[in-house]
C-alpha cells in the first residue's frame, strides 16, 4: 500500500471511506496556529493574542520541551561594561566564521528589550544583595553578560510565560497534539504556494485533526533525539525541521550539532545537563586521577567554546579508554555553591554525589541543533504564511558553533520579530480554504510495533557511532546507507499502519538524520562543530550548506539572507 492510504479524501468533516463507513475529521480554524510551546512559542503567542485568535500545539504538556530544562541563561548586554559589539564580537569568534553578521547585530541590539519583556511578564531573575541583576560569564564570552534564575532559567522563563499564556483569552491551548504535515494550497493572488495549516494527531483520542491558520508558525525545538546521548527531552526530534523540508522549505547547517560538554554520566540518570555556568564560576575538569587537561587543548581552559570542550573530553576518554572523565567544583565554598547551583546540588545528591564535596562524573552529549529550516528575520520560510522561529530554524546567528546562551536569546528576539510581522500583515491574508479530510480507512492497527523501537534504536545509535563529535567520510557513507534502507522500512510501516506518537517522531527523525549527513558530507573541511579526520583543515571560504527539497521549484523563494562573514 503507498502512502497515499493516509492522505485525505475530500473537503467535508464528514466523507465516505473506502469502505462506505462514514469517517468524522476534527476541524479547527484560527488567525494564527503555533506549533510548539517553548520560549519562542509562548512568546510569539502572547504577543498576537491581543489581535488575533491563536491556536498553541504542545506535542505533550506545555511544560514538557526543551525551554523547561535549559539552565544557564540567556546572553545579553545589560551591563555598563559591556556593549553590544564585545558581544557581537565573541558571537562571531564562536560560530568559526559562519556567523551573519546582520543577524548577530539585529539579536544582540535587540537582546536588552527582549530582556526587559521577560523581566515585564514577571520572570524572577536572579539578583545581587544590593538589588541588580546577577550576569554570570560562561565559556566564549569575554564578559558576564549572561542573566539567570539560579541554574534553572529555563524553568523560571518557561513557566513564568506558560501561566501568562493559561490567563490570556484569545489563545488556546492543545496539550498532547503532535502535528504530521503542513497542509499546502496553490494561492491564486499570488501564483505561489502557500501553508494553510497542519494535520495533528489528538494522542488522546488516537485521532487525525486539521487545525488551518491565515498563518502557521513552526516553534518545535531542535533535533538532538537523533543521538543516542542527548541533553534533550524526548520531544526533541527535529518535527517541524522534518515538516518543512517535505513542505518544500531548505534547510541550513544541518551538519553542526552541539554537543554539550558536561551531562552527568550515571545509570540511572536520562539527560541530565550539567550547566556550563559551573565553569563560568570556577568548576574544572579533570581526568579519573585528578589531573586538568584543558590547558592542553586551549589557552582559554575550562572557557573555551563548547566544540573545543566537547573534542577534548572525547579526545581524553577515547585515549584513556574512560567511561568518563569529572567536573570539580568542590573546591568553592559550599555555601556558595549550593546558593548558586541549587538545581545541580539537589539532583546530584539524589544519585549520591555530592559536588561541594566531590567531582561530578561528565560525558558530552547532542545538545543544540544549530542549523534548521532558512528564515529571515522576520521569520519567514520559504512557503508563504509559513514561519518558523526558535532552534528549528537557521537564521545565520549561530554559525559552526552556537555560543553559550544565545539560544533562548534567538528565541525571544525571533519571536517577537515574527509576531510583529505577522500581525501587520495578516489582515491583508486572505482565510485558506478548508482543507481536505484525513482519511486512515485504509491502515491497520500494527501487531510489530517492535519494528519500531528497533529502528528507532538503531537510528540514533549509527548517529552517535558515524555521525558523532569526531567524523570520517567513511563512517558518514555507512551512515547514510543505513539511513536509506531504515527509511524505506518506516514509509512502508506509516503507509500500512496506524499512526502512534513513536512512529511520527521516528519519521521526522529520520528525515532529520539524513540531512545531517548529507550535510556533514558535504563539508570537506573542519570548522566549528564539524571536526572530520579526513579533512582536519579549514577551508579559505566560509560557505554554508544548503540543501534543497525536490520539490523546491514550486516554490519562488523570496528568502535573502545576508552574507557572512
Not at 534547510?251 to 551531562?263: D, K, L, S
Not at 562543530?529 to 534543497?548: F, K, N, Q
Request: glycine share 8%.
Amino acid at each position: 500500500m503507498s502512502e497515499e492510504a493516509k492522505l485525505p479524501l475530500s473537503t467535508d468533516e464528514s466523507i465516505k471511506t473506502s469502505t462506505g463507513e462514514t469517517a468524522h475529521t476534527n476541524h479547527y480554524d484560527y488567525d494564527v496556529l503555533v506549533i510548539g510551546s517553548g520560549a519562542a512559542g509562548l512568546t510569539l503567542a502572547l504577543h498576537l493574542a491581543a489581535r488575533h485568535r491563536v491556536a498553541l500545539l504542545s506535542k505533550q504538556r506545555l511544560r514538557d520541551g526543551s525551554t523547561w530544562f535549559a539552565q544557564g541563561g540567556i546572553a545579553g548586554v545589560l551591563d555598563e561594561s559591556d556593549s553590544v559589539e564585545a558581544h557581537i564580537a565573541d558571537t562571531l569568534d564562536a560560530g568559526a566564521g559562519l556567523c551573519h553578521p546582520d543577524a548577530v547585530r539585529f539579536t544582540v541590539e535587540n537582546s536588552r528589550d527582549a530582556i526587559h519583556w521577560l523581566i515585564n511578564q514577571g520572570v524572577d531573575f536572579t539578583r545581587e544583595d544590593d538589588g541588580d541583576y546577577h550576569l554570570t560569564k560562561e565559556g566564549g564570552h569575554s564578559q558576564r553578560r549572561i542573566i539567570h534564575s539560579a541554574d534553572a532559567t529555563g524553568r523560571a522563563v518557561h513557566s513564568t510565560l506558560i501561566e501568562r499564556v493559561r490567563n490570556t483569552p484569545n489563545i488556546d491551548c492543545f496539550e498532547h497534539h503532535i502535528a504530521l504535515d503542513l497542509i499546502r494550497q496553490p494561492d491564486s493572488a499570488t501564483g505561489r504556494f502557500r501553508c494553510a495549516g497542519s494535520y495533528v494527531y489528538n494522542k488522546k483520542t488516537e485521532e487525525v485533526e486539521v487545525f488551518q491558520g491565515r498563518a502557521v508558525v513552526l516553534a518545535t525545538g531542535g533535533a538532538a533525539k537523533a543521538y543516542l546521548y542527548t541533553s534533550n527531552p524526548d520531544g526533541a526530534s527535529g518535527d517541524g525541521i522534518a515538516m518543512a523540508w517535505r513542505a518544500g522549505c531548505r534547510v541550513a547547517n544541518m551538519e553542526f550539532n552541539q554537543f554539550h560538554p558536561t551531562c552527568l554520566y550515571h545509570p540511572k540518570a536520562k539527560s541530565m545537563l550539567i550547566t556550563e555556568a559551573l565553569r563560568g564560576e570556577g568548576a574544572q575538569l579533570k581526568l579519573p586521577n585528578g589531573e586538568r587537561f584543558m590547558h592542553r587543548f586551549d589557552k582559554r581552559g575550562e572557557l573555551a567554546p563548547r566544540d573545543i570542550v566537547a573534542r577534548a573530553i572525547d579526545h581524553e576518554m577515547k585515549r584513556l579508554g574512560a567511561d568518563c572523565l569529572y567536573l570539580d567544583i568542590s573546591h568553592k565554598d559550599a555555601d556558595f555553591v549550593r546558593e548558586h547551583f541549587p538545581t545541580v546540588y539537589r539532583k546530584c545528591l539524589e544519585y549520591g554525589i555530592d559536588i561541594t564535596r566531590e567531582p561530578i562524573p561528565v560525558v558530552p552529549a547532542a545538545h543544540y541543533t544549530c542549523g534548521g529550516v532558512m528564515v529571515d528575520q522576520n521569520g519567514r520560510t520559504d512557503l508563504d504564511q509559513l514561519y518558523a522561529i526558535g532552534e528549528t530554524t537557521f537564521t545565520g546567528l549561530h554559525g559552526a558553533n552556537r555560543l553559550a546562551s544565545n539560544s533562548l536569546l534567538e528565541c525571544v528576539v525571533y519571536a517577537r520579530s515574527a509576531a510583529m510581522h505577522i500581525d501587520a500583515t495578516l489582515g491583508e491574508i486572505s482565510a485558506p480554504r478548508p482543507a481536505l479530510a484525513w482519511d486512515a480507512s485504509r491502515v491497520t492497527d500494527s501487531d510489530e510495533d517492535v519494528v519500531i523501537s528497533h529502528n528507532w534504536d538503531e537510528l540514533r545509535r549509527f548517529m552517535w557511532d558515524f555521525v558523532g563529535i569526531v567524523r570520517t567520510r567513511k563512517r558518514l557513507l555507512r551512515a547514510e546507507h543505513r539511513v536509506k534502507l531504515l527509511q524505506q522500512e518506516i514509509l512502508e510501516f506509516y503507509a500500512n499502519y496506524k499512526i502512534t506518537s513513536d512512529l511520527i517522531e521516528l519519521r521526522n527523525l529520520a528525515v532529520v538524520s539524513e540531512l545531517i549527513i548529507r550535510s556533514a558530507l558535504d563539508r570537506r573541511e573542519s570548522r566549528g562543530l564539524h571536526y572530520s579526520l579526513d579533512y582536519p583543515g579549514l577551508r579559505e571560504l566560509a560557505m554554508d550548506t544548503i540543501l534543497v527539497p525536490e520539490n523546491f521549484a514550486n516554490q519562488r523563494p523570496f528568502i535573502d539572507l545576508p552574507g557572512q562573514a
